[in-house]
C-alpha cells in the first residue's frame, strides 16, 4: 500500500486521533500494518478466536453473527466501514472475538498485532489516550444500559431486547429465534409475544417469518 494510502487508512482509525504527520511517518515507518483484500463470503474472524490482533474494515460491507450462549438463537446485522472488531477483547478476563464476521461484499481489512498496540501505546501518548477512551466510553454506554427508565409494554420489552442484542443500535436485522424461546427470554406466554410481534408488524417496523425476525431498520423500531 502506498505511504498516502497508509496515512488515509491510519487517519479513520480513531485510535489515530490527534496524532502528528510527522507521527504518522513514524508510525508507518516502525509499524507492521496488514492488508487484506476479502471477497463476498470470506469469514474474517469467527467467534471464540483468541483476540490476537486488531483489525479493522477500511472499506465494504461485512456480516456480524452472533450466538446466545447455549446458541438458541442467533443474530446477524451488516456493519459498513469503517468499523473495528471488539477492540476490548484485546485485553481484560476473556480476550477471545465473541462475534463471527463474514465479508458480505469485496472489502479491505487493516490488521495489527496486539504487542505492535502495546508498543504504539508506550510510545505515543495521543495513541495511549484515544485507547482508554475508547473502551472507557464503550464500558460507559454498557454501565448506564442498567439505569434506563423501564419498558412499559411487551412492545418496548421486545425492542429493548432487539436492541440490546445488536452491535450497533442502527441498520438491518435479522434474529433467528423460535416465538418460544423470545417468549421465554420476556417471561411471558408465547402468544403475548406472537400478538406484540404481529403488532409490530403492522407497523411495517419488522417482517414475521418461521423462526426467523427481520428488522429493516432498528433505529426506526428504537424510535417508536
Do not use: W
Not at 207 to 220: K, M, S, V, W
Request: proline share 2%.
Amino acid at each position: 500500500m502506498s505511504t498516502n494510502r497508509l496515512y488515509d487508512s491510519l487517519l479513520s482509525l480513531p485510535l489515530f486521533l490527534g496524532m502528528t504527520r510527522y507521527d504518522f511517518q513514524n508510525v508507518a515507518g516502525k509499524t507492521r500494518f496488514d492488508f487484506q483484500k476479502l471477497e463476498a463470503g470470506e469469514t474474517i474472524v469467527e467467534e471464540g478466536t483468541s483476540c490476537t490482533r486488531l483489525y479493522y474494515l477500511i472499506s465494504g460491507d461485512i456480516k456480524v453473527i452472533t450466538q446466545a450462549d447455549d446458541y438458541g438463537y442467533q443474530v446477524e446485522e451488516d456493519i459498513s466501514a469503517p468499523e473495528s472488531f471488539q477492540l476490548e477483547r484485546l485485553f481484560g478476563l476473556t480476550q477471545r472475538f465473541t462475534h463471527t464476521y463474514v465479508a458480505k461484499n469485496n472489502c479491505s481489512i487493516m490488521s495489527v498485532s496486539k504487542q505492535e498496540i502495546m508498543k504504539l501505546s508506550d510510545e505515543y501518548e495521543i495513541f495511549r489516550i484515544n485507547l482508554l477512551n475508547l473502551v472507557c466510553t464503550q464500558s460507559q454506554k454498557n454501565n448506564r444500559r442498567l439505569f434506563r427508565v423501564p419498558a412499559k409494554t411487551l412492545s418496548e420489552r421486545l425492542i429493548r431486547f432487539f436492541e440490546s442484542h445488536s452491535v450497533r443500535p442502527a441498520g438491518e436485522k435479522i434474529f433467528h429465534i423460535k416465538m418460544t424461546r423470545l417468549a421465554e427470554e420476556m417471561n411471558v406466554k408465547r402468544i403475548y409475544v406472537s400478538k406484540a410481534l404481529n403488532e409490530l408488524q403492522s407497523e411495517g417496523l419488522i417482517q414475521l417469518e418461521r423462526g426467523r425476525i427481520y428488522i429493516p431498520a432498528l433505529e426506526n423500531l428504537i424510535k417508536r
